[in-house]
């Protein structure tokens, strides 16, 4: 079974930076996308950010220029750095890896922006 670490929210204030780190294990393929979402009090799960095996990256428009997200593939890890924070990025952070149609979360960290 498959499993989700993630480390690296907190609290930062407007116009800060954070980076996030998401340790998979027990992944049946390399072969995979992983993605970042995030859910704000109140509100719907949304993307954030997602990259393939191959590299190939996905952004919401609302953090295009402002987050980057990367993998290892050797350690099966995904980075989210997130530049310029707004009070708006303020939500739990959740990991994802999509593998076989089948998602794995992460426990979720929270990132709180203080304006």
């Known amino acids: 079974q498959a499993q989700l670490v993630e480390s690296g929210g907190g609290l930062v204030q407007a116009g800060g930076s954070l980076r996030l780190s998401c340790a998979a294990s027990?992944?049946?393929?390399?072969?995979?996308?992983m993605a970042w979402y995030r859910q704000a009090p109140g509100k719907q799960r949304d993307l954030v950010a997602s990259?393939?095996?191959?590299?190939?990256?996905n952004y919401a428009d609302s953090v295009k220029g402002r987050f980057s997200i990367s993998r290892d593939n050797g350690k099966n890890t995904v980075f989210l750095q997130m530049n310029s924070l707004k009070s708006e990025d303020t939500a739990v952070y959740y990991c994802n890896v999509r593998l076989f149609a089948t998602n794995y979360w992460g426990q979720g960290t929270q990132v709180t922006v203080s304006s």
């Open positions: 027990g992944l049946r393929s390399p072969r995979n996308t």
């Open positions: 990259i393939t095996s191959g590299g190939t990256t």
